[in-house]
């Protein structure tokens, strides 16, 4: 009987003890996009990593619409092959990259499915790791927008 208590808890210390190695990664998970111009939410999105190249990636899988407007289902403002596209799903964050610390992020490209325009993205990570604060420069113009991402 001991040996039996014995060995349960010795397996399940060593089931929980690589979890507890495993290194956490703040940017993976749901965050909740917040344009900081109109304090509007824009989407509720997921970041993933390739384990591979290391980048980050992001889908939507809630958009909202701004205060009086409908819902978009598409991406009418989209060029390209994201014309039309549907927006649930609809991947708006490629190849944002951290630092050896994994605090600040570079070469990002962000797809605004709200306005269509296409960002070049530099993020940074507050101490807590609940947020993100993002800046883009469009482009196609000198644009530049500013956005809040806060983890859900």
């Excluded at 040996?3 to 003890?17: D, R, S, T, Y």
């Excluded at 609940?130 to 000198?142: C, E």
Aim: hydrophobic fraction near 35%; include cysteine; charge should be positive.
């Amino acid at each position: 009987m001991k040996f039996k208590f014995i060995g349960a808890v010795a397996l399940l210390l060593g089931l929980i003890n690589p979890l507890n190695a495993m290194p956490f990664d703040p940017l993976i998970g749901t965050w909740k996009v917040i344009d900081d111009r109109t304090g509007y939410y824009i989407s509720d999105i997921v970041i993933r990593k390739n384990s591979k190249t290391g980048q980050y990636s992001a889908v939507v899988t809630k958009n909202y619409p701004l205060p009086g407007a409908p819902v978009a289902e598409t991406c009418t403002k989209c060029r390209g092959v994201l014309k039309n596209q549907p927006i649930f799903g609809m991947e708006t964050l490629r190849g944002l990259v951290a630092d050896s610390n994994h605090q600040q992020f570079t070469k990002g490209v962000w797809i605004n499915t709200q306005d269509g325009q296409v960002y070049n993205v530099d993020a940074r990570i507050n101490a807590s790791k609940d947020q993100l604060k993002v800046q883009g420069k469009s482009k196609s113009s000198n644009t530049m927008s500013n956005m809040t991402w806060k983890k859900l």
